[in-house]
């Protein structure tokens, strides 16, 4: 009777954690662009060579759109604009995108999307779908957001909340590309504070300086 041998799985096992490489991939992106981003570069970011990369994610395009998804599901904005009122909900939004844009080893990264994305998407029609994609999903929960605080009487009747969506998205994406051009972050606060007086009107609480002392 032949003795039956243990069947053992074909190759290594993986040594890597999908999860972990795309970041450091996306990192890659984030940092130089698309076009910029080689994949030598990717291999020295993720530590895996070419195979290892294509096996696990495709070709480079494969890969930064896979990287766009991941960031997508990251900065959870609609978690953000939760709770409070509509002015609070909007500057810890705006101050929540600060905390992202403003980060980077080397600079101050901006947004992934649109610091990486909207050169694409001139020539690449499925980079072009991704960036539309993005910015309709950004406009429906502002939209949402400020539809909420109209039905609670925090905006007037005659308020269009998906014209004002796409101000508050506005904002976000000038926040995005001068946190990329090295604007300061106090700078960057006094714009965002701005864009939620001009949506939701001049804030009515006396400021600190003007409150008279006792």
């Known amino acids: 009777m032949v003795q039956k041998q243990e069947r053992r799985p ?4 993986r040594a890597y954690d999908p ?7 996306m990192g890659a992106f984030w940092d130089a662009g698309y076009a910029a981003t080689s994949l030598d570069d990717l291999s020295a970011a993720t530590g895996m060579n070419r195979p290892s990369l294509y ?9 930064y759109l896979k990287a766009i998804e991941r960031y997508r599901a990251g900065p959870a904005l609609r978690d953000a604009l939760a709770g409070g009122t509509l002015r609070e909900a909007l500057s810890r939004a705006y101050r929540a995108a600060l905390s992202v844009y403003l980060a980077g080893d080397r600079a101050q ?16 029609p499925i980079v072009r779908a991704e960036v539309a994609t ?20 925090e905006l007037h009747a005659d308020a269009d909340p998906a014209s004002l969506a796409r101000i508050a ?16 972050r106090r700078a960057l606060e006094a ?9 939701c009107g001049p804030d009515a609480r006396p400021s600190r300086a003007r409150r008279r002392r006792p």
């Not at 999860?19 to 991939?25: D, I, P, T, Y």
């Not at 096996?55 to 890969?63: L, M, N, R, T, Y």
């Open 10 to 13: 074909r190759g290594r096992p």
């Open 191 to 199: 714009l965002a504070d701005k864009g939620v007086e001009l949506i």
């Open 169 to 184: 998205s506005a904002v976000l994406h000038s926040l995005a590309v001068r946190a990329r051009a090295g604007e300061r």
């Open 19 to 25: 999860e972990e490489a795309l970041g450091q991939a």
């Open 55 to 63: 096996a696990a994610f495709g070709d480079k395009q494969a890969i």
């Open 134 to 153: 993005v910015l309709r999903e950004v406009d429906k929960a502002y939209e949402d957001r400020l539809r909420q605080a109209q039905a609670a009487g």
């Open 109 to 124: 990264r901006g947004c992934f999307v649109i610091g990486t994305a909207a050169t694409e998407a001139v020539t690449n």
